[in-house]
Each structure stands twice: as C-alpha cells, then as structure tokens.
C-alpha cells in the first residue's frame, strides 16, 4: 500500500475515535490529531432556534428527567439545572455544538435562523482575529447585518490562532438564553511551548461554565433596567449541567470527568458569564498548572484555584497522581454571582477509571470564596495578570509592543446617572466608557459606510469638556480612529469603589497586559499623575488576551499593535452592561486596507435613508470646539475646489483657444486637480477624530 494509503485510514481512525468522546450533537469532522494532518474544510450545519429546558423529549412519567438520569441524556433534552424555561439554542443543545479543529483548517458555518419571534442573529467568534475575512467578526451592524428570520447566512474563514476560544450569539441576550459554545483550535507540538506538559488533550476536556437564571434573559434585563428589581443567578452550570442554588432532590447529572491514574490531562476552561460573575475554579486535592489564557501561552503558574471572569479562558494541566476516587471540581460565584444569601457554586465530578461511581450530591455543598473581594481582581492567588509573563515561542506582529507607544488613550469605565432616552423613566444609572453611550448604527459599517451620516459618529473630543457628566446622556457610534500598525497604549480606569470588575473584550487582535493595580482614589488625572511620576511599573513581557478586568478602584494598562484593519468593538462583556453601552469601536486603517465586500453580500438600514438630508440634518461646527471632528473642519473644502475648478477651466479653455496644449500644464499644488484629491482623500480618512 502506498504512502497515501495508509495515512488516509490513520486519519479516518483518529477523526472517528475523536467523535465518540463528543456528544452525539458535537459529530464534528475535523477532530484529530494535528502533528501530522493536512488542512481541512470543515463545514458545520446549524439551526438557531427558540426551544425549551425539560420538554417532553426529557421523558414521562417515572422515566422522565431527574427522576430518570438516564433520560436527561434523550436526544433532544436541556435539562440544565432542571427547571423548566424558553431557551435559544443551536441544534437543540446547550452548550451549543463544540468546534475542534487544526490551525489553518477552513471553517465553513451554515446557519439557518428559524427563531420563531422572527428575531434577527449574529454569530461571533470570540477570540478570532478574522484577518482577511472581517466580515465574519459576526458584529451586528458593523461587519454584517443580523440573519433575518426565517432566514441563512454562511460564516466561511480560515483561523490560525490555536487555543481555547468560543462562540456566541452577539445580536440583543440570545447569548445569555443559550447560543454560545466552544471553539478549540489545536497546533503541533512543533510550535506548541507546552507541549511537553501533558499527555492528553482531549476533546471531552473542555469546560464551559455560565451563571444561568430562571427566565429568559430579556425578562431579566427589563426588569433590572425599568421594573426596579434585582435580578440574582439561579444557578453556575458546568457544561450545561448543575444542581440549582434552591430546590431539592432529585437533581439532574452533573458533568463527569473520566481520567487514568498517572496521566497529565490539559483541560481548556471557558466563562460564557452573562452577569458580572468571576468564579473561582478549583479541583479537590490537586494542584493546577495553568499553562495558557485566552489561546496564548503563559509563563505555567501552580495554584490551588484560579479566578476567571466573563468572556476568558484558561487552559491547565491536571496531573492524576491522587488515590483512585472520586474528587468534586469546584466552581464558586463571586461578584454578582456571590452577592447575597444563596452564593453561587457548582460541583462536577473528576472521575478515576477503576473507582467506583461518585454518589449524585444530596445538595449543593458549601464552597468557600477563596480571598477577599479586594483581591478578587487577581487571577491568582495574590498575583495579577501584569505580574504574569507570557511563554510564546514565535513573534506574530501583534507581539511586537515594546518600543515607545505612537499614541495614549486614557478610557474610563463608570457608572453615571443619566437621563433615559425612554419616556418617563427618569435618570438611571447607565455604564458607560468615558461617559459616552454606544449605540449599534443603522447600517453596517464595513460594507455600507456611505449610507450613515458622520453625525451618527463621535468620541470625547466631540463635547465640550463636562458637557457628559451631568444629567444629559451622551450617545453614538463612539469610535476611536486608529493608524494601521500603529503601537497603542490604552490606561482604563475605574474610579467606581463598589466590587465591579468590568472585563473588557476587545475583537479582532489580542493586546498585551503590561499593569494592573488598585489605588485610594482612582481618576484618570490621579493614573496619569501616578504615571508621570514614574510610579508605574510596566511588565513589557506580559500575556496576551483579548479579555481583562479593570479592578475597581483602579487601572489596567495593555497594549497592542494595530496591524488588523477593520472596525473592532471593544466592549464589557457584562451582557446587560454591553446593551446600556459600554462600548467603543477602534477603526484601524481605512477602505483600502480592507477586504473587499464579498459579493451578494446582505444589506440593510432604515427608510427614510439616514443620509437624506431632509431628515437628518448636517450637524453644524461648534465655534468654541476646535476638536470637533475633522469632516467639519473639512467641509469649506468641496465649495472652494469647485470655484477653483471653474476658474481653472476657464483659463485652460482660453489658452487652448490661443492655440496652446492643456497636456503641457503641470497640475501640481494648489491646481484644481490637487485640490479635489487631497479634498476627497482628507474626507474619507478624517471621519472620526483620534
């Protein structure tokens, strides 16, 4: 048999011995071992529906889900933590199907929207660059308008960033109510720092941990934001499994982890939180080596627990070196999750082969927070991520921060008391990034830029100094204008003293944090005093994330490369902080840098079109506001190149007239041909401040 022949059954061996340690709904076709494999397309076919936690497919009667484990694991079953409610799911599962695939594999998505309130849905993948392909960043109204219902819309990229990341709906809560799984990329061990540290990393490895509630997530927030109630968490699933904070037996299954004694297993942990819920991760009796956070390779670090927040991920190595038994995974809720009588916690079971099977727990045991909460900002025991180098064998651009940064930006993450844009609900207190409110725009941004008004768009250097720290809120398409592969350096501060730690995700490239710290009085002028006066320490060798909290009372200083063209949020993603508008958009490079609008590609906007000049006015400069944006400054430009053009004109047609060739007039400055280029030019790319 020829070479070919025998590597094509090995590949078909591994593919077929990797989907039977996923769930039936994970039949995934790329699984395998990526030493020694081409790259593969690997096509995915989903359907986004609303469904429903305990249906009927969880059994009847005395066979039915919990009183039958067996029966939680029917096709077709949520069982969740056993209460019954609406959920939107992608193939009537949740966690949604887990994708495992190789670097450089092509990924192929087909969604088919039949979510029955005809309501709209985008897919982002959390952790990807989309370099090449920004169209599936799956941004609502800027990279793509959200999927119609009924309606289809194919993802199609090819990601090289191995490691942990995941996906989720992005469009309204939908994430919150289920559409939201993992997206595991592995690399050779060739290029891998850590591959020497385990033995196995398997598919069945992954851990998926989420605060879940027992309504659905739109109930919540509206409650929350005009009811005046306070929403608290239910329960902490691991894997979609978990025994709810009140109720009694009998409970549905939690998660089981099955391992062989003596074997090192890299297991990939990922927080899909919806509320402010940094949990606390720990296994009974063993000792974790973290090895990576949010896909990139960390200095391993050695602990007893780890803290992990909203949107990131953190891979670790658990050596099976314990007696053979039966050991509690432990999750605990602090923040929101750990506010009040009922502090959130989850248990799964860490399973040796050979031990007899962990009895179901009567009830939720009692955990204990490890800490206190004015260190609940550090992701391990008394160490900040800024006290953490990263482990990376190679140098992608992106790496490349450590020379002196070409621009500052200082960015506040707070609460004010703002004025509601809706009627007669008075002022309210609203998160907001440097007391500016993001809103989605009525167009998407990257393929249908012309049809929005610039007026839809600012940033602080748009408002007169105090004009957003009253009453008045201030709202738009808050965008930061940023130069291709220009060095960033971005100081958020907190200066709210209660225990939030905004976790601020940034799409589209990974940013290096070089300080973390809490002060007495954290402002943005007390930071950047404390900076002048040399007293902060940055670590130019830390990790890298696309995720990080900025501890309350206090400052996060990261960095990043801007070598990515395209419009990338940079957003809390406390869900119902993200919908307030914690948000900003960085716009890296300009159209030309992007890729080309693919063809077919939807459109979508308002009628009347934002553009017409009848309905949206042109916004008129301010004369005490020289920082205004640039298009304004700009805007004596078009009449006076006409004028120019018509005189011109005039003489060139007098001399041609007078016998002389127009081809012989050199247009250099200050020609009507000049004057229209660089006006055109100065236009497009000065849209929005910096």
Request: aromatic share 10%; net charge negative.
């Given at each position: ?22 769930r ?5 076709p790329c ?7 081409f ?10 529906t ?28 949520v ?6 409610r ?8 949740f ?5 495992q ?7 192929v998505?087909?969604v ?24 599936m ?9 959200p999927?119609p219902?009924?309606?289809?819309f ?22 919150g ?14 290029t ?13 490895d ?8 027992h ?5 919540n ?5 005009i ?15 978990g ?22 297993y890299?297991?990939r ?16 009796s063993h ?5 990576a ?7 391993s ?7 992990i927040?909203?949107g990131?991920r ?12 039966n ?17 959130g916690r ?6 040796y ?32 991520l ?7 064998k190679?140098?992608?651009?992106y ?75 201030c709202?738009c ?7 291709l592969n ?12 209660f ?6 995700h ?39 994330k ?10 996060t ?24 508008g914690?948000a900003?958009l ?20 308002v009628?009347?079109p ?10 008129l400069?301010?004369?005490?506001d020289?920082?205004?944006?640039d ?13 120019i053009?018509?005189?011109i004109?005039?003489?060139l047609?007098?001399?041609c007239?007078?016998?002389a ?6 247009p ?7 004057s229209?280029?660089?006006g ?5 790319t ?5």
């Open positions: 048999m020829s070479r070919c022949g025998l590597l094509l059954p090995v590949i078909f061996v591994t593919i077929a011995l990797g989907v039977d340690a996923l039936p709904v994970d039949d995934n699984y395998r071992s990526c030493e020694s494999s790259p593969m397309t690997c096509v995915y076919n989903w359907t986004v609303w469904y429903y936690a305990m249906s009927p497919q969880c059994g009847d009667g005395s066979v039915r889900c919990p009183t039958n484990a067996t029966a939680c694991s029917n096709p077709g079953c069982s969740v933590d056993g209460f019954p609406a959920i939107s799911v992608i193939n009537q599962a966690p949604g199907p887990s994708i695939i190789c670097t450089g594999d092509e990924v998505i087909n088919d929207n039949q979510m029955t309130n005809n309501e709209g849905v985008t897919i982002h993948w959390h952790g990807l660059f989309q370099n090449g392909s920004q169209f960043d799956g941004l609502p109204m800027v990279t793509q308008c999927i219902s009924p309606g289809k194919q993802y199609r990229f090819t990601p090289y960033e191995a490691g942990t990341h995941w996906y989720h709906a992005h469009t309204g809560l939908q994430r109510d289920g559409v939201a799984g993992s997206f595991v990329i592995r690399e050779s061990s060739r891998n720092p850590n591959a020497g540290l385990y033995d196995e990393d398997r598919a069945e992954v851990i998926f941990l989420n605060d879940w509630h309504d659905i997530m739109v109930s927030f509206e409650k929350q934001n009811g005046g109630g306070n929403v608290g968490v239910d329960s902490i699933l691991i894997n979609g499994k025994i709810p904070l009140s109720g009694s037996p009998p409970f549905v299954p939690i998660e089981v982890f099955n391992v062989q004694s003596g074997t090192r890299r297991f942990v990922i927080n899909g939180a919806n509320f402010f819920c940094n949990l606390q991760f720990s296994v009974q000792r974790l080596l973290v090895i956070g949010d896909g990139s390779a960390l200095e670090q050695a602990v007893d627990y780890f803290r927040n909203g990131e953190y891979d670790f190595v658990l050596n099976a070196n314990q007696s053979i038994g050991y509690a995974v432990r999750v605990v809720g602090l923040g929101s999750c750990g506010d009040g009588m009922l502090t989850q248990v799964a079971s860490l399973h082969e050979t031990a007899s099977t962990a009895p179901m727990p009567p009830s939720l045991p009692n955990i204990a927070q490890e800490g206190t909460p004015d260190i609940w900002w550090k992701t391990f025991p008394n160490k900040s800024a006290e953490v180098d990263h482990n990376l190679s140098g992608p651009v790496m490349n921060t450590g020379s002196t940064p070409d621009v500052q930006h200082y960015i506040e993450t707070s609460f004010g008391t703002r004025e509601s844009p809706i009627p007669n609900q008075g002022a309210k207190f609203f998160p907001q990034l440097n007391n500016i409110s993001y809103f989605f725009p009525t167009s998407p941004i990257m393929s249908q830029f012309d049809d929005l008004p610039m007026s839809l768009f600012c940033n602080a250097s748009s408002f007169q100094t105090g004009e957003c720290e009253g009453l008045t809120q709202a398409v808050h965008t930061i204008q940023v130069e220009a060095l960033v350096e971005i100081v958020m501060v907190n200066p709210d003293s225990r939030v730690l905004h976790p601020m940034l799409h589209g490239l990974q940013f290096q944090v070089v300080a973390m710290e809490r002060m007495s009085d954290a402002t943005v002028q007390s930071v950047m005093q404390l900076d002048q006066n040399g007293e902060i320490t940055r670590n130019l060798n830390g990790p890298f696309d995720v990080v909290v900025v501890p309350d009372g206090g400052y200083i990261f960095r990043f490369r801007a070598w990515n063209p395209g419009w990338w949020i940079f957003h809390c993603h406390i869900e119902f902080h993200l919908e307030d914690m900003l960085f716009w890296m490079g300009h159209t030309q840098d992007f890729q080309a609008i693919p063809a077919g590609f939807p459109t979508c906007g009628f009347p934002a553009t017409d000049p009848a309905t949206v006015p042109p916004p400069p301010r004369a005490d020289p920082q205004k944006l298009t304004y400054h700009l805007a004596w430009i078009v009449p006076v190149t006409f004028l053009a018509v005189a004109g005039l003489l047609g007098c001399l007239r007078r016998g060739s127009p081809a012989s007039v050199d250099g400055p200050g020609t009507a041909e000049y229209a280029q660089s055109a030019v100065g236009v497009q000065a849209a929005v401040s910096t």
